[in-house]
């Protein structure tokens, strides 16, 4: 099925650094979406953005919508251990419901 | 309370099996969804229920049978799996209306086709 572009794919960073991921489209979204998932859980929700331009905060995480809508950015904030796992973007258009999802940005966090 | 529940946690089955994943919430959510999850990609969409009523089928096979029973529990029954079905299966609810796309998750339930 269709997928977004997602970067970087994988980042090694360390305690205390501040870290950014983006997501990329072909096509207009109405709603972005951001996840993390943990080894064997399901996706929790972070953030969602509705509005081009958008800017949200939950803690130390900052999401924006694009004013083009067609990319979403992700900063997290000092990165702290319990910030590993796999970061998904998702996005909604169109008359479904149906999100789209990114390709997955997977994120290590060395003490 | 932004709640999904699934059991069972693990399932281990052969080809011949016929068994059944069971999803619930109480969010009031009217669409229910299952996705299939492959380890280290994105979940794939399965199936949609909106209303208790099958509004999206992925071209899933006919050996994965979705259910909603009611507004607040989905099941999925599996028959004559295949060893490439093993994956995480994940439920998600959300509301119906167009102004509000947020997904919830459940933990999902690790299945191993033997």
């Known amino acids: 099925g269709q997928q977004l572009n997602q970067s970087p794919q994988s980042m090694f960073i360390q305690e205390g650094e501040d870290v950014s991921m983006n997501c990329t489209s072909s096509s207009i979204f109405n709603t972005w979406l951001w996840y993390k998932q943990d080894p064997g859980e399901g996706p929790v929700l972070l953030i969602a953005l509705y509005k081009a331009g958008e800017l949200t905060s939950n803690g130390r995480l900052t999401a924006q919508f694009g004013i083009t809508r067609k990319d979403s950015f992700l900063n997290i904030s000092a990165s702290i251990p319990s910030d590993v796992g796999i970061y998904f973007c998702a996005g909604q258009g169109g008359a479904t419901n149906k999100l789209i999802f990114g390709t997955g940005t997977l994120l290590a966090v060395q003490p | 309370d932004t709640e999904v529940t699934q059991t069972p946690k693990h399932l281990v089955m052969g080809m011949t099996n016929k068994k059944s994943l069971k999803c619930e919430q109480h969010m009031g959510h009217r669409a229910m969804y299952w996705y299939k999850q492959k380890a280290k990609k994105p979940p794939e969409l399965m199936f949609v229920?909106?209303?208790?009523?099958?509004?999206i089928n992925e071209s899933v096979p006919s050996r994965f049978s979705p259910e909603c029973p009611n507004s607040s529990l989905l099941n999925l029954h599996l028959h004559a799996l295949q060893p490439e079905d093993s994956a995480l299966y994940l439920c998600?609810?959300?509301?119906?209306?167009?102004?509000?796309?947020?997904?919830?998750f459940g933990p999902g339930t690790r299945l191993t086709v033997t």
């Open positions: 229920y909106s209303y208790e009523k099958l509004s």
């Open positions: 998600a609810s959300s509301q119906v209306n167009r102004a509000d796309y947020e997904q919830y």
